[in-house]
């Protein structure tokens, strides 16, 4: 009945071409929770301001998302700190703005 509001367990297949090379993954969507989970962990919080781990939230995201990569998913995190700057930005498109919404259904009009 409201399946369609909920995040899909299936993955989406990715092929990234770096170098004349295809790397094949599998994603998975975040839900709008683990999104706001992993903001939370990556805010660094002071006196004067708050600020986001941009770095942690990406590679924390990266790690949620990826099902299956060209390499051994045990060592994500290893690699992910380790990926070309161009390799990991291609990556980096496919997890969600942590700045803003990206709706993507239809508002209904109040009355």
Do not use: H
């Amino acid at each position: 009945m409201f399946d369609e509001i909920l995040v899909s367990n299936e993955t989406k297949d990715v092929v990234l071409v770096f170098k004349e090379k295809e790397y094949k993954f599998k994603l998975k969507d975040l839900s709008w929770s683990v999104r706001n989970r992993i903001i939370s962990k990556c805010m660094i919080v002071s006196e004067k301001s708050v600020t986001l781990d941009i770095d942690r939230y990406y590679r924390m995201s990266l790690k949620e998302m990826i099902a299956e990569a060209p390499w051994d998913i045990a060592k994500t995190d290893e690699v992910l700190s380790k990926l070309d700057g161009n390799f990991g930005y291609s990556l980096q498109r496919f997890v969600p703005n942590p700045y803003g919404n990206e709706p993507s259904g239809e508002e209904i009009p109040k009355n």
